[in-house]
């Protein structure tokens, strides 16, 4: 099996490979929006036989500005975080897992005809919790690292004393809410699987990257902050 690792060495641009990315996602968020607001529903459901029903126009408005405001943080994260190479197959991985994502959460939330209530208010404010986590985790490490007498060292400050991956924690709990804003409990798979996939590969493969770029100051780090959920695990 490939050492994700990898690929956290190489610095280079890729901005073919990162261009791509962002107009996949453009596209994707463009068919999600119609679906919900532009009376796409209504044609998918035509075409697969089914009796077509609607969500309030509350949730269907707020769906869509989820996959908005998830494009825009795609934008901030690939042009200005991410200092690596982003390799084809990555974004062929990514741009599957954000077409599953946000056309399930369209199709099946813009269906759904139950009041949107406390629950669909309360996945609003996880996904602008979690939105707000992890760009701002990012955005504090951003600016550190920009300063050159930091160079060579690891930043431990800001949301990363609470966790050493707290910006995986903020995707986490945004798309945890995305769910409840479609009021689909079966959806909830896919905050599950997100976080094993956290857990189990990018993690770990983080993990390796840093435990030898910067040896004992990320030991002692490790040592004393949690990985993923803050104060838990």
Not at 114 to 123: D, I, L, M, R, W
Not at 168 to 189: E, I, K, S
Not at 217 to 231: N, T
Request: hydrophobic share 50%; glycine share 10%; net charge positive.
């Amino acid at each position: 099996m490939a050492d994700l690792s990898a690929v956290y060495w190489d610095k280079s641009a890729s901005r073919a490979t990162k261009v791509t990315l962002v107009c996949l996602h453009l596209a994707i968020v463009t068919v999600a929006v119609w679906l919900l607001v532009g009376g796409g529903i209504g044609t998918v459901d035509a075409l697969l036989g089914r009796s077509h029903q609607l969500a309030p126009a509350v949730r269907r408005e707020t769906l869509a500005a989820a996959a908005g405001l998830y494009f825009l943080r795609t934008l901030a994260t690939i042009f200005v975080f991410v200092k690596r190479r982003m390799p084809w197959s990555e974004v062929a991985t990514i741009a599957l897992w954000i077409g599953v994502i946000d056309l399930l959460f369209a199709y099946f939330g813009g269906r759904n005809t139950a009041p949107f209530g406390v629950v669909g208010a309360a996945g609003i404010a996880l996904v602008l919790s979690g939105s707000a986590i992890n760009t701002g985790s990012e955005w504090q490490r951003h600016r550190w690292k920009r300063d050159p007498t930091h160079a060579g060292h690891l930043y431990t400050g800001g949301l990363f004393a609470y966790a050493r991956h707290i910006n995986y924690f903020g995707d986490l709990v945004l798309f945890t809410g995305w769910v409840l804003m479609t009021g689909c409990p079966a959806l909830l798979v896919i905050p599950l699987v997100m976080a094993a996939g956290f857990a189990f590969a990018n993690i770990p493969a983080q993990d390796r990257y840093l435990a030898e770029r910067y040896g004992e100051e990320y030991r002692q780090y490790a040592q004393r902050v949690k990985r993923f959920v803050p104060f838990v695990y």
